[in-house]
């Protein structure tokens, strides 16, 4: 959007009072952050899992799975940590696609 | 201890020497991937917001690095013991010292953890120098192009590759380290 003029006959933001901000009727005024909440719950799951996953997997299976032969155990941490990517790259696919799709169901509606 | 040409006071040192340099040079490699792609993922977000996510794997991988520097280290740290139980020697000792004294647990080695520690820190330096510059250029340039995305991955699969090396080369080497 490109930048808007402050016009002067326009009331300034000091010279409006409630009654211009209300919405209009049957329109509910946009309160919904700009980054949707899935957004951040799969970013902050991505997170926890790169930061957890491939060290937890280690210590958990380096006695329980593998019986203390920490080489195994050091390959499992890295194949965790490359699965925690693919899935990153996955889901980085689906959602760009997904948007695509939705903008195009919009602009379907709109004509 | 017995003080001997295998085992000096000082073959700890090496193994020392192979966790840090493991640690920092990953990171270092690591720490240069993430903000040279974070520059370009900055400078994308600002023109097409849709495409962060999708952006955002140089990120990942380099955050992958790092992790393959931990594990060696947390492997090497592990083998890493005071003299009652463990005896830490240069090189590995062969099977006449172990006849002689079978109470003795000779089997880790400096040199070999230092080269465990420099394999995996120096080719983590070097996937994450690739993975910056490729993920920087590369969301750039997504950004105009679209069909780019796939050759952007692939060509940031082979750079991580780099780092999955010496990961390798760096686990054989420990478990022989162990005998």
């Given amino acids: 959007m490109a930048s808007r003029r402050i016009v002067s006959s326009e009331k300034s933001i000091l010279e409006k009072d409630d009654t211009d901000f209300k919405p209009k009727d049957g329109e509910k005024s946009d309160i919904g952050p700009a980054v949707p909440a899935h957004v951040i719950y799969k970013l902050l799951g991505f997170t926890a899992a790169m930061v957890m996953g491939p060290i937890g997997s280690y210590f958990i299976t380096l006695n329980l799975l593998f019986g203390g032969n920490s080489t195994y155990a050091g390959a499992l941490a890295a194949i965790v940590a490359n699965v925690v990517l693919m899935g990153y790259v996955i889901v980085a696919f689906r959602e760009d696609q997904s948007e695509a799709i939705e903008a195009a169901e919009k602009e379907k509606k709109g004509k | 201890m017995a003080e001997n040409d295998y085992a000096p006071k000082f073959a700890p040192f090496f193994g020392m020497a192979g966790i840090c340099f493991a640690m920092t040079f990953g990171c270092i490699g690591a720490a240069y991937g993430t903000a040279k792609s974070g520059i ?42 005071p003299p009652p139980n463990q005896h830490y020697s240069l090189f590995k000792y062969g099977n006449i010292t172990r006849r002689v004294r079978p109470d003795a647990n000779y089997c880790n080695s400096g040199f070999m953890h230092l080269a465990c520690g420099l394999s995996v820190g120096l080719t983590g330096l070097a996937a994450g120098y690739a993975i910056g510059i490729v993920g920087d250029m590369g969301v750039r340039s997504y950004m105009l192009q679209s069909r780019i995305f796939v050759g952007m991955v692939l060509i940031l699969i082979f750079g991580e590759v780099l780092g999955l090396y010496g990961l390798i080369v760096a686990l054989i080497l420990n478990t022989k380290s162990r005998g």
């Fill in chain 2, 40 to 81: 370009g993922i900055a400078g994308v977000g600002t023109f097409r917001p849709d495409l962060i996510m999708k952006s955002l794997i140089p990120v990942v991988m380099s955050g992958i690095i790092a992790v393959y520097s931990l594990v060696i280290a947390v492997l090497i740290a592990s083998d890493i013991g």
